[in-house]
């Protein structure tokens, strides 16, 4: 079992940056891939960006050359940078794990507001 906290969401302006954290309670090296993922009002949740282990790195078309995935393994950590924000990123974003392809642990969600 793992437990997985996401932080760094708030409101900005489109345009501007966020950094958004996400904390594993246990090593993540076993974790073959680890993701972000977001959710807006009455949509589904969707695949942001993932990394593997090794560092291979898979993003959205709709976020992609606008956000950066990675991970620190000995940190126990991974981040998502996101840059030139526009208001159709608003949503909830979750940290997610897994050892196959399919996340098996999920984060609580951070908010994250862009406002036009």
């Known amino acids: 079992q793992v437990q997985l906290k996401e932080s760094g969401g708030g409101l900005v302006q489109a345009g501007g940056s966020l950094r958004l954290s996400c904390v594993a309670s246990r090593s993540i090296l076993n974790f073959n891939n680890m993701g972000w993922y977001r959710q807006a009002p009455g949509k589904e949740r969707e695949l942001v960006a993932g990394i593997t282990r090794g560092g291979r790195t898979t993003y959205a078309d709709s976020v992609e050359g606008r956000f950066t995935i990675s991970r620190v393994n000995f940190a126990n950590k991974l981040y998502l940078e996101m840059n030139s924000l526009e208001p159709e990123d608003t949503a909830v974003y979750f940290c997610?794990?897994?050892?196959?392809?399919?996340?098996?642990?999920w984060g609580q969600g951070t908010q994250v507001i862009v406002s036009s």
């Open positions: 997610s794990a897994g050892m196959g392809t399919a996340p098996t642990y």
